[in-house]
């Protein structure tokens, strides 16, 4: 049997007309701007001006374990959860309706190593070519306002340099949504006199940028433009901060960005409303949807699914310590999405050998995704399900080690199929979540979060480094060291932490797989988002700006002479 690609079964899907999803979120034409058939901008004003659904909407954030290079179906999953949810509203005719809200696809990934980021087989968010291609344009948007700043930046210095900025003392770089190592470091300026001032620079990719981060902590246009003027881009020769206001570039990036900060509505195959709007990494940034895309779906639904990227390790522990910190967000529960072959593959095997079962393996690779509920449940009081996402090389003596085990640590676990069976296959896990919350649901909220922003750097980041990833302790290169001190002295260091490490292990090390013990953080570098209003912790090798594979997914995307767009996945 041939199994068909998440892009046939896109293109073979039915949209409905945005006009009906709107009509599900109790909402008007009047209240979104339509970008063709399928797509359309909501109007947050016009939304928030109207009485919530429901005041007791529930949040309900989806992570997931320390994943293989291929990741493990997050999004996927939230995406078949909404179906299933939706399914049993349906059933028993409550008049309750689900949302989910996603983040945007990178184009750097969508050509490099992961494909599409829409979800996969039948749980995906639709029109999926659109979505993981330029959308409506959000990243184009974000990608101009952060090089309009560049812009600004150096033509200031080239005009007479009124305020004195030292060329080498710049720290704002350009950004690009495409992964391209060539353009990590680059000499810029060369050629004529009126060609710029020569000065090292770099880009990084869009995701990882500050005015991505920016534009999804912001709560409306006038917060957005006063976050924006707060970028810190340079010091001058008397080694005093300059910000984008000092430049006077707030007014300008705002203007383009004035669209783009309208969250997108689309739907998934099975017709629920999905809001997708902005996407920040995980691993190299704070790996979260926009704030105002998750107020919007919350005020507009009863349940609100919301997925922060990677493990729980990187995106759950940004969600809590730096979106809900930043917002005001409160999440009510917690899904742990883990697979089989993930669980195998931090038990220390192959990634050619993840399809054959392995018990020994398997319970081996478990104290990974035991750490990560510990620090959903222990570290941010949160109640946790763990959906094991079904791939068809799994066994039923494999599954079965799984459920026994969490059992034992008190965690509910569900099969999730919705990969090949779209919301059905993800009722269990719609049941046993909405049982979860049931149980909860005369006790209070006991969300909190892992450290005092207040606290100095170090002790913030060796919190994380301890509580989240179980290290001993941090080192921190001299190079960071002087950056703290720096941040210390112009008094920028009382903002939360948000670590840029690999999301292959707990640990700095990639191939430090499972749970490992015994190991420290090494903190390489240190950068300020003083707009979006965290602290950059950079971790081991990794780089804001990711390169291709060797064989990357661009090779296989190709266009046929009536427009259909194929290799996308």
């Not at 957005?224 to 005093?240: H, P, S, T």
């Not at 990677?310 to 930043?326: H, V």
């Not at 009081?381 to 079965?400: C, K, M, Q, R, Y």
């Not at 059905?424 to 149980?439: F, K, N, P, R, V």
């Amino acid at each position: 049997m041939t199994v068909p690609s998440d892009i046939a079964i896109a293109q073979n899907a039915t949209l409905q007309p945005i006009e009906n999803i709107v009509k599900k979120l109790g909402l008007v034409m009047e209240n979104i701007e339509p970008y063709g058939h399928y797509k359309a901008k909501i109007n947050p004003n016009a939304v928030f001006a109207r009485p919530a659904k429901n005041k007791d909407s529930k949040l309900i954030l989806v992570t997931a374990i320390n994943p293989t290079p291929a990741g493990e179906g997050k999004t996927t999953v939230t995406i078949g959860l909404a179906d299933a949810l939706n399914r049993i509203h349906k059933q028993q005719n409550n008049g309750k309706l689900t949302t989910v809200a996603l983040r945007e696809p990178s184009l750097g990934p969508v050509f490099g190593i992961k494909g599409g980021a829409a979800g996969g087989g039948y749980a995906q968010v639709l029109p999926m070519e659109d979505i993981n291609l330029h959308f409506t344009g959000d990243f184009h948007a974000i990608g101009a306002a952060n090089n309009l700043l560049a812009a600004l930046l150096d033509n200031h210095i080239y005009q007479g340099n009124e305020l004195n900025i030292d060329p080498k003392q710049v720290v704002w770089r350009r950004a690009v949504d495409m992964n391209d190592r060539q353009l990590r470091n680059i000499v810029s300026g060369l050629g004529k006199r009126t060609d710029g001032v020569i000065r090292e620079d770099g880009f990084d990719i869009t995701v990882a940028s500050e005015v991505m981060a920016i534009f999804c902590l912001a709560t409306d246009l006038s917060d957005l433009k006063q976050r924006l003027g707060n970028i810190l881009v340079a010091y001058n020769k008397d080694k005093q901060p300059i910000y984008a206001k000092d430049l006077k570039a707030q007014g300008a990036m705002t203007a383009l960005l004035k669209e783009a900060i309208k969250p997108n509505l689309v739907q998934t195959i099975e017709g629920t409303p999905a809001i997708v709007h902005g996407g920040p990494f995980a691993n190299i940034a704070h790996g979260c949807n926009s704030v105002i895309a998750t107020r919007t779906a919350q005020h507009l639904a009863d349940y609100t699914l919301t997925e922060a990227g990677f493990g729980a390790d990187l995106g759950a522990q940004k969600f809590c310590d730096i979106k809900c910190r930043l917002s005001g967000l409160t999440p009510d529960a917690a899904v742990i999405v883990a697979t089989i072959r993930a669980l195998k593959y931090n038990g220390g095997i192959k990634k050619d050998e993840l399809t054959t079962e392995n018990l020994v393996a398997l319970e081996q690779g478990l104290p990974n995704l035991f750490k990560h509920i510990e620090n959903m449940r222990e570290v941010y009081g949160l109640p946790v399900v763990v959906s094991i996402n079904h791939f068809v090389s799994d066994t039923d003596a494999e599954v079965e080690l799984v459920r026994r085990a969490c059992k034992e640590k008190g965690v509910e676990v569900a099969i999730t199929k919705v990969w090949e069976q779209g919301g059905a296959g993800g009722e269990e896990l719609a049941h046993t979540l909405l049982s979860l919350l049931e149980e909860r649901k005369n006790q209070p909220n006991t969300f909190k979060l892992a450290y005092d922003s207040d606290n100095s750097i170090a002790y913030k980041i060796r919190t994380i480094a301890q509580r989240i990833y179980g290290a001993d302790n941090i080192e921190i290169s001299s190079l960071a060291q002087a950056k703290i001190r720096q941040l210390e002295a112009l008094g920028l260091d009382k903002m939360p932490i948000c670590i840029a490490k690999t999301q292959y292990s707990l640990s700095d090390d990639a191939k430090l797989l499972g749970r490992p013990t015994g190991f420290d953080i090494h903190v390489r570098d240190i950068s300020i988002s003083s707009g979006a209003g965290f602290i950059i912790v950079i971790c081991g090798p990794i780089m804001k700006m990711p390169g291709l594979p060797k064989i990357p997914s661009a090779e296989r995307i190709d266009v046929d002479i009536e427009g259909n767009i194929t290799g996308l996945f």
